[in-house]
């Protein structure tokens, strides 16, 4: 595995971790709105980590020693509900890439859907309970099908955003949302939000 490997993938990883920093206002606002109002200063200050620790991220070997470590950082770092939901993801990545030192689009997608795969097994959430699960699904599901490298990612990043802005008409059925029921319909989840956000940024960082 080459070193400049890890390197660019933690110039994506710090591009999405920026667009996150910046998004803490909206997050904030949405999650007052239908949650506990932490969500913008959970995610801010797992970006802040991800920064942090960035040179010691970026000298790890190959992709799944570099998605382990990152793991680590997130479970840490990360409070509320997400942390250990984000980690678990990236958990699930690295596990999906270990063997995998050069990991193309085939690979990044696959590991994507497992990583995808256990948040769902360890939050217990499916597609309509809005949460992150509603973004995530679409979004990794577009990540397998789209035809380039570069439209993978935009066709994610839209995916993510159209499942995020459906679940504003939904009942909320699982974490803090659910305890609002029918009065949370009309906000989007501000965990589905957060991961349109951070495909943006990554398609943005990554197709130029
Ligand atoms: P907390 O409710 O602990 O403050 P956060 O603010 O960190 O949690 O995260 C809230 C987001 O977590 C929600 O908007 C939703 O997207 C997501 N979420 C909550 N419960 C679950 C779950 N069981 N599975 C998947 N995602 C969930
Ligand atoms: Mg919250
Ligand atoms: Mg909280």
Redesign the pocket.
């Given at each position: 595995a080459s070193a400049s490997e890890v390197v660019l993938l933690h110039a994506a990883v710090a591009a999405l971790a920026q667009a996150l920093g910046d998004a803490e206002p909206e997050l904030s606002a949405l999650?007052r709105r239908?949650?506990?109002g932490?969500?913008g200063i959970?995610?801010a200050r797992g970006a802040a980590a991800v920064r942090a620790a960035g040179e010691r991220l970026a000298g790890l070997p190959d992709p799944a020693a570099y998605l382990r470590a990152l793991s680590e950082v997130l479970r840490r770092e990360?409070?509320?509900?997400?942390?250990p939901?984000y980690s678990t993801l990236v958990l699930g990545l690295a596990e999906s890439l270990r063997g995998v030192p050069h990991p193309g689009p085939q690979e990044w997608a696959e590991a994507a859907a497992h990583g995808v795969a256990r948040?769902?097994r360890?939050?217990?959430?499916a597609p309509g309970?809005?949460?992150?699960?509603d973004a995530l699904v679409p979004g990794v599901a577009a990540l397998a099908a789209a035809a380039g490298p570069r439209e993978r990612l935009a066709a994610a990043a839209a995916a993510a955003r159209a499942g995020a802005e459906a679940t504003a008409a939904l009942t909320p059925s699982?974490?803090?949302?659910s305890y609002l029921g029918e009065r949370a319909v009309g906000v989007p989840?501000?965990?589905?939000v957060?991961v349109a956000i951070q495909l943006e940024a990554l398609a943005a960082h990554l197709g130029g």
């Open positions: 999650d239908v949650g506990d932490d969500l959970n995610l990360i409070g509320g509900t997400s942390g939901l948040v769902r360890v939050g217990g959430a309970d809005s949460t992150m699960v699982l974490g803090r949302s989840d501000p965990g589905a957060a």
